[in-house]
């Protein structure tokens, strides 16, 4: 049973447990995403680009989405079996973390 946290939220305990989990099963770049959107609305293409590859920022909003698409995509196949998945966002240039 989860742990009621101290702002009165219930079962806050178990969604860490779950996180944790699924932190632990993926490989480091896709954890960095995982972890950016996790808790998140939209997140920027830039910011997952840049928190990934913080050299490299002088690239456009499209080469940054084509260098996250096939990160995205891997992620997206290892979060199906916990009925997760990372989608565009509402905003343009936007990527967030839905339930599916």
Known sequence: MGVRAPGGDCCVGRHEVREVSIIQELPAQQAVIY?????????????????????????????????LGPFITRLNRRLVKHRLAVKPGALKGTYTLLSI
């Open 35 to 67: 972890q950016t959107l996790f808790g998140r609305a939209d997140v920027a293409i830039e910011t997952l680009h840049d928190t990934l590859y913080p050299d490299l920022k002088d690239r456009t909003r499209t080469q940054k989405q084509q260098v």
